[in-house]
Nanobody, 122 residues
């Protein structure tokens, strides 16, 4: 059974930092691109960043470019999101997902985590 679990969310003041982690079990992540998504209150879920299975290629939405950094460690079956210079508009539930191929953008995610809440106070 595949499980994807996010952690690291919390309450932080504007300008602060958080590091989210995503740990997968029940499969090896080596063959999957992985991405971070978020869903702000009352809004639709949006894609933030994606990293290829090899970790060589990665992409960011303009809203987080320059502030967030995605990374992965296939030996630990893990992916991370370092979030710096956080803003109140970053407040959302953050989700980790595995995409059904080695490269980003090849289809709807195959596996999702339950999410971790990030709240940024002004």
């Amino acid at each position: 059974q595949v499980q994807v679990v996010e952690s690291g969310g919390g309450l932080v003041q504007a300008g602060g930092s958080l590091r989210l982690s995503c740990i997968a079990s029940g499969l090896g992540i080596d063959d999957y691109a992985m991405g971070w998504f978020r869903q702000p209150p009352g809004k639709e879920r949006e894609g933030l960043s994606c990293i290829s299975a090899s970790g060589i290629a990665y992409y960011y939405d303009d809203s987080v470019k320059g502030r967030f950094t995605i990374s992965r460690d296939n030996t630990k079956n893990a992916m991370y999101l370092q979030m710096n210079s956080l803003k109140p508009e970053d407040t959302a539930m953050y989700y980790c997902a595995l995409e059904p191929a080695r490269h980003c953008g090849t289809g709807a995610p195959a596996y999702w985590g339950q999410g971790t809440q990030v709240t940024v106070s002004s």
